[in-house]
T-cell receptor, first 110, second 113 residues
Framework: GEDVEQSLFLSVREGDSSVINCTYTDSSSTYLYWYKQEPGAGLQLLTY?????DMKQDQRLTVLLNKKDKHLSLRIADTQTGDSAIYFCAESINNNDMRFGAGTRLTVKP | NAGVMQNPRHLVRRRGQEARLRCSPMKGHSHVYWYRQLPEEGLKFMVYLQKENIIDESGMPKERFSAEFPKEGPSILRIQQVVRGDSAAYFC???????????FGDGTRLSIL
């Protein structure tokens, strides 16, 4: 397809793991990103992965990349209420052509 | 904090007026990008600039929209004769080089009355 696709909503309980999935469009994408957007704020770069990597871990965040299926996921361990936000997946071919998904709205229930 | 600075945070204009949105990139960054976000949607690329040059404007509407990044001062996104459909959040991002991650400002929320 032409669009970066994400599910729109995810709800988890505090302390559980969250997994946000994304399907991107271009097999030649060099970088894949996860951004977090809190209400009324801009996008905060959470993490990114080079296309020659399968996995990247950064504290509570784990990114998995399946190039064959063009599938990217973000796992947040021990999800907290402060993690409630919209999470955007983005792909970059030359870094001046970034395509974003519509965002996944994560709600964390106490 | 030397992050990407955008101003104003909120801008209200009447139909037919001009809107000017400003973006100062992070210190040391010479690559600037503008995006538009409609409600409940992701970001759509508009334009990519380096100092005094427009590198890629493939996402810019053909009319009424222009962008610049002068040698001195912030990058400006200019919308002439605004219409209701221009209401959106406009985000600026900057990067150090072409192959570095983009860092975003907090956006300008433009409302057209």
């Amino acid at each position: 397809g032409e669009d970066v696709e994400q599910s729109l909503f995810l709800s988890v309980r505090e302390g559980d793991s969250s997994v946000i999935n994304c399907t991107y469009t271009d097999s030649s994408s060099t970088y894949l990103y996860w951004y977090k957007q809190e209400p009324g704020a801009g996008l905060q770069l959470l993490t990114y992965i080079f296309s020659n990597m399968d996995m990247k871990q950064d504290q509570r965040l784990t990114v998995l990349l399946n190039k064959k299926d063009k599938h990217l996921s973000l796992r947040i361990a021990d999800t907290q209420t402060g993690d409630s936000a919209i999470y955007f997946c983005a792909e970059s071919i030359n870094n001046n052509d970034m395509r974003f998904g519509a965002g996944t709205r994560l709600t964390v229930k106490p | 904090n030397a992050g990407v600075m955008q101003n104003p945070r909120h801008l209200v204009r009447r139909r037919g007026q001009e809107a000017r949105l400003r973006c100062s990139p992070m210190k040391g960054h010479s690559h600037v990008y503008w995006y538009r976000q409609l409600p409940e949607e992701g970001l759509k690329f508009m334009v990519y600039l380096q100092k005094e040059n427009i590198i890629d404007e493939s996402g810019m509407p053909k009319e009424r929209f222009s962008a610049e990044f002068p040698k001195e001062g912030p990058s400006i996104l200019r919308i002439q004769q605004v219409v209701r459909g221009d209401s959106a959040a406009y985000f600026c991002a900057s990067s150090q080089t072409e192959n570095q991650p983009q860092h975003f400002g907090d956006g300008t929320r433009l409302s057209i009355l």
